[in-house]
């Protein structure tokens, strides 16, 4: 079983879209977390949230919005797509923060 | 500004030999890891040490952290083609989330 999935995997659309990423992680972790990376590798943590409660959000534009239904569960919805949303965007978990993160397989975004 | 900064930012060797990455950090931490990213995929978590950890085995690798000089190295021994990713360390300074670095890309070849 994969332990942290996302959906989908591919996402290409045009600028000024909507656009919702899924995010599901069956370990039992408390933490979530959303990272960025952009074309340089670079990993950028964006927001985190511990039983569903939002506990970090790092400056990013309130385009970006994020939704935890449950603790096993870490939703992303970016409203108004713009060309430098293009990334990466992964998903983790871990049981404390601070603590091993385990990653999703990322979603690769392009926005034409 | 970032935390965690890793030396080299590539790194090419024949497969059999050793690889070495240098992490190097700002400010106290809790922890930190080390974690491989293949291309293409998430990042795979490697190895944690503690701020009062001054070494960690795990198989053909060895993590070492002095806090004195906000450092950290990840020693692969024996290298093989599969170890060819990127490294990444991460550090947990307190602040409720981990600090990547912007990662050493290794490349072995056979």
């Known amino acids: 079983d994969t332990a942290v999935s996302q959906t989908p995997k591919y996402l290409v659309t045009q600028m000024g879209n909507d656009k919702s990423i899924k995010c599901e992680q069956n370990?039992?972790?408390?933490?979530m977390y959303w990272y960025k990376q952009d074309s340089k590798k670079f990993l950028k943590i964006m927001f985190s949230y511990n039983n569903k409660e939002l506990i970090i959000n790092e400056t990013v534009p309130n385009r970006f919005s994020p939704k935890s239904p449950d603790k096993a569960h870490l939703n992303l919805h970016i409203n108004s797509l713009e060309l430098g949303d293009s990334a990466v965007y992964f998903c983790?978990?871990?049981?404390?923060?601070?603590?091993?993160?385990?990653f999703g397989p990322g979603t690769r975004l392009l926005v034409l | 500004s970032q935390q965690g900064e890793e030396d080299p930012q590539a790194l090419s060797i024949q497969e059999g030999e050793n690889a070495t990455m240098n992490c190097s950090y700002k400010t106290s931490i809790n922890n930190l890891q080390w974690y491989r990213q293949n291309s293409g995929r998430g990042l795979v978590h490697l190895i944690l040490?503690?701020?009062?950890?001054r070494e960690k085995h795990s198989g053909r690798l060895r993590v070492t952290l002095d806090t004195s000089k906000k450092s950290s190295s990840l020693l692969i021994t024996a290298s093989r083609a599969a170890d060819t990713a990127s490294y990444f360390c991460?550090?947990?300074?307190?602040?409720?989330?981990?600090?990547f670095g912007q990662g050493t890309r290794l490349t072995i070849n056979p």
């Open positions: 040490i503690r701020s009062n950890e």
């Open positions: 983790a978990s871990s049981q404390s923060r601070g603590e091993t993160q385990y």
């Open positions: 991460a550090t947990d300074a307190g602040a409720q989330k981990l600090v």
């Open positions: 370990l039992g972790h408390d933490t």
